[in-house]
Every structure is written in C-alpha cells, then in structure tokens.
C-alpha cells in the first residue's frame, strides 16, 4: 500500500506538468491559427511579431515547469550577451531536453520567441506541435543523400527577407550521442577516419550540410554564432562510465540536480563559407566539446601528485636524488595515463604499467624496511591503484 503510493507520487512528478503542457497545446494552436489567418493579407513582418510574441508565452510555460518546477541548478560558463541578436545555436545533443536548453539561454536575452529548431524529417508529424513549429519557421531535413539543400535555402531565405528574428537551433551531430549505443558511436568514429578527421569519444562526428547551408544563406541577416556545450550532472558513474542524459520524463521528476552549459559567442565574420575550410571549423568546434564533455580522471591525477610530492620529499629529508628521479617519471607516467583515461576509461595501459610497477617495487621494499613511510603507504596506494583499474575494463 505504502510502495503503490510513493510510486504513485512519484509519477505525479511527471504526469502534472506533461498534463498542463499537452492540455493547453490545442487552444494555443487554435488561438495561433485565428491569427495566422487574419494576418494572411498583413506584411509577413507583422506576422512574425505577433506569432513570436504567442510562442514566448507558451514556451515560458514549458520552461516554468523544466527550469523553476524541477529546481534544477543551471550553471553558465561564458558572457550571454545582453541585447537581443540573430544567431544560429550550435549545440552537442545527448537528450530530448536539448532543446529546452536553447530556452533557458534565449529567455536570459528575452529571445525566446525567436528560437526556431532545424528538425529531423520524422518530427513534422508530431501531432500539432509538427506542423506549427513549421509554420514558425522551423525546417524539416533528411541526413545525408537524400538532404534537400534547396528547400532548405527557400525557406531560411524568406525567414531573413521579411526580417523575422532569428535564433536558430541546430544540432550539427544529427542524432543523439547515448554512450550505450556502441554501433552509432562506432559508424562515427568510423566516419570521422574516411574523412580524415580527429575521432571523438564524448560527441558524435558532426555533419556540415544544414549548419552551412544556413550560415552560408543568412550571413548578411546574422550577427553570430552561439557554440553550445551541454553536461549533465549525474551522467557519470563511480567507475568513469558514461550514463545517458536524462529523458524529458526523467528531467521532469527531477532527476537531473544540475546542468553545466559552456557559452561561446562567435563573430558571423569570422567563421568561413568555403565548404572545406567550414568543416574543419566545425570539427574543430566538436573537438574542444569533447575535451570539455569528457570525464576527467581526478583520481588519476591525485595519485600521479601523491608520488610526485613523495619523490620530493624523499629528495627534502635524505637528500635522495633517486627517490626525485623516480616520483618525476612514476608521477608523469601516471599523469599521461590519468589523461589517457579521461578521454577513453578503457586506455588503462600506462596507468596499470606504473600503479603496477610501484606496487611491487614499494611492496618489496616496504617488506625489506618494515617502514610504513613512504613505502607502505605508497605500496598500498598502488595497489589499490591498480585493482580500481582493473574494475574500469571489467565494467
């Protein structure tokens, strides 16, 4: 009885606002189209002010209930600008909560009516919210060959020809990156290889076409690109595995404490048109994603420091040049390997190599002085060392 209720309530957390949200959808839709079909002898222009004006009060709902109702904490690095801009959002994509992401930034500018999506092809036939977010000036793609760069210019060209502002969002991976989907991650990496480019380990291979397409269509209209890197609290586990980010459901019953955003802005000028040169900038953009995304090994790092102060006081008090030498290239060793796993948690070579090395060298001598100091200790803390790298491949 008590299980049923908690589990009960638990639900409510989700199922409260999805309700509000969903079951106001259909009047505004209706109110929007009263409007859009007054409007269908107006300039485009006055169109576009009243429909952004409607969207910002129904999507500040939507975000009332992610941000304010789920308590989440949102930490910024990086200066938003304060007065309104035309921007294209470029954003890693790791969940179905990306997308309130981009509100939480634009409402901080007072932008959020603005905020137009570039969409998977499959999403125009989400019940209502398909077909409006296109006449909101949102863009449908396909991937890859059967992309239509054409329809794709039309549109973006008479969103900027009637002036409507715009904050466009775009995630360039084309799908999401869910580090239990190995075969996705994998035909990624692969990719990046045949195009002879860095392979990412916390991102997915970025694609260029509709990123360019619209940057290349409205260069005179936009002011600048916003770069976009998105962190999860709680997305990573004791071992250093990475989790999923959160689903909206998850998101709503308050799962997610904390949401880490790095904010870029990027002068439209000094990003290149050239197709060849752009996907390179972009790559280089996903690059500095992934460093920022992945998960550093702080453990690591720890104990390369533990034996570089041990060798140097080893040096202080005996006068040791040995004991230097050896907590210097131990200490470094273990540090390059404390990197090595921060960007993959299964390149446990080197790391292994020196937590196993000092844990039979310190171990002998420890058996050999019966000092606790420095041997014992830092032969335990090899050990200990070692089996949680260990534990890193096996999980």
Excluded at 234 to 242: E, M, Y
């Amino acid at each position: 009885m008590l299980l049923s209720l908690v589990v009960h309530t638990y639900s409510l957390r989700y199922w409260f606002p999805a309700t509000i949200m969903l079951g106001t959808a259909p009047a505004y839709v209706l109110s929007w189209g009263v409007w859009r079909l007054l409007s269908t002898v107006l300039p485009a222009s006055v169109y576009h002010k009243l429909d952004d004006r409607l969207y910002c009060i129904y999507q500040s709902m939507v975000l009332f209930f992610f941000e304010n109702y789920t308590g989440v904490e949102i930490v910024i690095y990086g200066d938003i600008p304060k007065n309104k801009e035309n921007v294209i959002y470029l954003s890693n994509h790791q969940c179905t909560a990306d997308w309130i992401i981009a509100d939480m930034l634009a409402i901080r500018q007072s932008a959020i009516g603005h905020v137009r999506y570039v969409l998977k092809d499959g999403l125009k036939w989400l019940p209502l919210y398909g077909w409006y977010f296109s006449q909101h000036g949102g863009v449908y793609v396909k991937r890859s060959a059967k992309f239509n760069e054409k329809a794709m210019r039309k549109k973006l060209t008479m969103q900027a020809q009637c002036g409507a502002p715009m904050y466009l969002v775009i995630f360039p991976e084309g799908t999401r990156y869910n580090p239990e989907l190995k075969n996705v991650i994998a035909d990624s990496q692969a990719f990046a290889v045949k195009e002879g480019l860095a392979v990412l380990n916390h991102t997915l291979t970025p694609r260029m076409k509709a990123s360019h397409v619209a940057i290349e269509t409205m260069k005179d209209h936009l002011d600048a690109v916003y770069d976009i890197t998105v962190a999860y609290e709680g997305t990573l586990g004791s071992t250093g595995q990475r989790k999923p980010a959160p689903s909206m459901p998850e998101f709503l019953c308050k799962e997610c404490p904390r949401i880490h955003i790095h904010f870029d802005r990027v002068d439209i000028k000094e990003i290149p048109t050239e197709p060849m040169f752009f996907r390179r900038w972009l790559h280089d953009r996903f690059e500095m994603k992934d460093r920022l995304a992945m998960a550093v090994d702080w453990i690591g790092f720890g104990y390369a420091a533990a034996i570089v102060f041990g060798g140097f006081m080893g040096y202080k008090k005996k006068g040791s040049v040995m004991s230097l030498m050896a907590g210097l290239v131990f200490g470094g060793l273990s540090a390059y390997g404390a990197f090595n796993i921060s960007n993959n948690p299964k390149d446990i070579k080197i790391s292994l190599i020196a937590s196993g090395v000092l844990a039979v060298v310190m171990g002998m001598r420890y058996k050999t002085s019966g000092k606790l100091m420095p041997a014992g200790i830092m032969s335990g803390l090899s050990f200990l060392m070692a089996f949680r790298l260990l534990l890193l491949i096996m999980v």
